[in-house]
């Protein structure tokens, strides 16, 4: 079993910088697959990005490929996603999430069984 604690969210102006971090609770965090979701009012919780629980190839949603980053550092027990050329439609509260072993459909949220509180982040104009 994990417990997940984000922090890092706040305002930021267009084209700024923000850095998610997730911290785990648990003594087997180097054996969970970490993702990132987000949900914004009114919408669905999307996928944003996830590392498989070998650290090996990453994937991102189209929406933020090539402005977002997630890593891991199994040692801090600690997942981040570092968010560049943040836009206004990033604007949303971002959830990491745990799957144990994961390595596959690692997009959608309800293969993930466990999940943090939550960080919002929003984007000014």
């Known amino acids: 079993q994990v417990q997940l604690v984000e922090s890092g969210g706040g305002l930021v102006q267009a084209g700024g910088s923000l850095r998610l971090s997730c911290a785990a609770v648990?003594?087997?965090?180097?054996?969970?697959?970490m993702g990132w979701f987000r949900q914004a009012p009114g919408k669905e919780r999307e996928f944003v990005a996830s590392?498989?629980?070998?650290?090996?190839?990453?994937s991102y949603a189209d929406s933020v490929k090539g402005r977002f980053t997630i890593s891991r550092d199994n040692a801090k027990n600690t997942v981040y996603l570092q968010m560049n050329s943040l836009k206004p439609e990033d604007t949303a509260v971002y959830y990491c999430?745990?799957?144990?072993?994961?390595?596959?459909?690692?997009?959608?949220?309800?293969?993930?069984?466990?999940w943090g509180q939550g960080t919002q982040v929003t984007v000014s104009s």
């Open positions: 999430a745990a799957k144990y072993r994961g390595a596959a459909l690692l997009e959608r949220p309800d293969v993930f069984g466990y």
């Open positions: 648990g003594r087997t965090f180097s054996s969970y697959a």
């Open positions: 590392i498989p629980w070998t650290g090996g190839r990453t």
